[in-house]
């Protein structure tokens, strides 16, 4: 069944110490954000001796204000793009108090409660960068970390990465020619409305950062155009006064053609293709792209207060100039225009997600380096965070032993089937590389947790 059929009570809140079982693999965890305190929370529980590095003073990552790790992307108006229930983790609800679409203070505050619920606090070490990740003689795992106390090395038989993968500012390649006279800016750095206050602002991207940057500038900036180059079919957040990723969902195991024909029938009922407010019309069907979403995109378009250009042909000085050879004022640039998948810590030579392209079995096992186990690096249609829960479950199951995978051929065999099928279900760009069915991914991923732990026992 869907995810959010599936989703439990509040489990009981763990009040005394988790005994670490010696005799397990010992572990690191890169990251504290939303992927990386789920794979903490699995992994104390389960008895599994570890280390959780956040590079901030804080836990959850880019949904931090601010954030001191000087990572985070959020914005004084950022709020959740899927409903709470489906966003949360399945053991630990959102409160029922919180609006349909939670604010990210609300979602900072929640995963704080998550931590503390589950009583795993004390296995972060704040403030302290994870320099250098690289295998030993033996197969395991050296970590260089530096903090507080200085820099040392640590090594372990497993190491997990959330390290997250909005972080890496992705700007035009290559560089738009022309000179320009004004601010440049991605929408990593973008935090509130003074830096649009009585501006000229053009916004350049087609996803939910640009249009939300796009809408806020309509308010508080002089003029404000909105360039996007290839059209994205723009769906509301509700539908029938319900979110609408709620309501009547197909089980995980439906064809992915039932989980695009839903998605091209909210495109249609949102308001259909953009082209009538002056927006290229899409290339591409409903279902062929990350689905982008927005209450207020089109309403500002109708009222004249956000002006729609096609992509843009050069800079010009106090201005830009678009490929339809119209001219927009511009003294401040917004360049939402995506991220770098990257790992400083891991040498190139040993994994590099070159054009943000990284197969990996269930998104989350190298078969080529074994102990190295990546979580929440997906793009799924709905929220990361239930999906890292998944992984980091099964990853505790193989740490303990209580799950055995299937032989290293079929393991190389799957992932190349599930790479080709997720890439061609999108159109193809460094967007779409990591792109999901979340409740298929789900259901698939149960499905070999239940085969694994069939060979364990067998």
Known sequence: MAYLVKQSHRAPAV???VP???????????????????????????????????????????????????????????????????????????????????????????????????????????????????????GRWDVRISGPDGTETRTYDAVLVANGHHWDPRWPEPAYPGDFAGE?????????????????????????????????ASFHARTTTWSVRRTEWVLGKFFLGKPSDQGLLPPGWVPWWVTALRLRIGAVTAGGSMAEYGLPTPSHKPGQSHPVQSEKIRERLAAGAVSARPGIERLDGDGIVFVDGTRAPADLVVWATGYHVSFPFLSPELLAARD???????????????????????????????LAEAQATWIAEILTGTYVPPSDSVVRRQMA????????????????????????????????RKKGRARASS
């Open 417 to 448: 089937a599930e790479h080709e099928r997720d890439t061609q279900q999108f159109y193809a760009s460094p967007r779409h590389t990591m792109e999901v069915d979340f409740d298929h991914y789900l259901w698939d991923l149960e499905r070999e």
């Open 184 to 216: 440049q800016i991605h929408a990593h750095d973008y935090r509130s409305r003074a830096q649009l206050e009585g501006r000229d602002v053009v916004v350049v991207g087609a996803g939910n950062s640009a249009m939300d940057i796009a809408v806020e």
């Open 15 to 17: 009040t005394e110490p």
């Open 20 to 138: 670490v079982d010696d005799s397990l693999p010992r572990a690191c965890v890169i990251g504290a954000g939303s992927s990386g305190i789920a794979a903490a929370k699995q992994l104390y529980l389960a008895g599994i001796g570890f280390d959780c590095f956040e590079m901030g003073s804080d836990i959850g990552g880019t949904w931090v204000l601010d954030n001191s790790n000087g990572q985070s992307a959020c914005y004084d108006t950022l709020e959740i793009n899927t409903s709470c229930p489906r966003m949360a983790y399945s053991d630990f609800p959102m409160p029922e108090d919180y609006p349909a679409y939670a604010r990210h203070d609300q979602v900072h505050a929640y995963f704080q409660h998550y931590v503390d619920h589950f009583g795993f606090r004390h296995t972060i070490t704040f403030d302290t960068t994870v320099e250098d990740v690289s295998r030993t003689a033996d």
């Open 356 to 386: 943000n392209d990284l197969p990996l079995w269930k998104r989350a096992v190298h078969p080529g380096l074994p102990g190295l186990f990546f979580l929440g690096l997906l793009q799924p249609l709905g929220a990361v965070m239930p």
